[in-house]
């Protein structure tokens, strides 16, 4: 009796449409990871710069609203090329770090004198958080400086990962070898 030869054409098809979809899941899980991590997995945990003001001990970092992390979706896909991203105004920014020009405003000068006043009663005496806190807030709201100049660190959530390839590459093989198992 002469057994029924697979049509390798169809396994191979279904196979590309099933990688897709694996593909899509994985990457954002492996985003999703980054942000719990709190850092960027390429061949090794590049952990994130903590925050220069920690006004909120505890938190993770690049998640204080969460919007960032939820803003993280599939861009595009095809059976060639899957590509997962974030529409966030900032998330560049935070993903490949740089310079960022602020102005400053007679509303914002009034939020540093409260800051500085959430840490220094009238009279200037420190009751709680640092002295250089203090400070800041204090030359910030009293700067004559038009405008703000913040160095935002490099904390990479999204890219190119060794690791990343890696386990995709070996989830790709182990489905392919067990679909040609069943055949």
Sequence with gaps: ????????????????????????????????????????????????????????????????SGALRDSVKLISSSTKRVVVGSDSKYAKIHNEGGTIHIPITKKMRKYFWYKYYTIADKSGNIQSGSASEASMYKAIALSRKTHLTVKIPKRQFIGESVTFNRDIDTKFIKMIERRFKTQ
């Design 1 to 64: 009796m002469l057994e029924k030869t697979p049509n390798f054409d169809k396994i191979a098809k279904q196979l590309i449409l099933d990688a897709q979809t694996i593909a899509e899941v994985e990457m954002i899980n492996f985003v999703m990871g980054n942000f719990e991590k709190q850092g960027f997995l390429d061949s090794s945990l590049q952990p994130w710069q903590e925050r220069a003001i920690d006004d909120d001990p505890g938190r993770a970092i690049l998640t204080k």
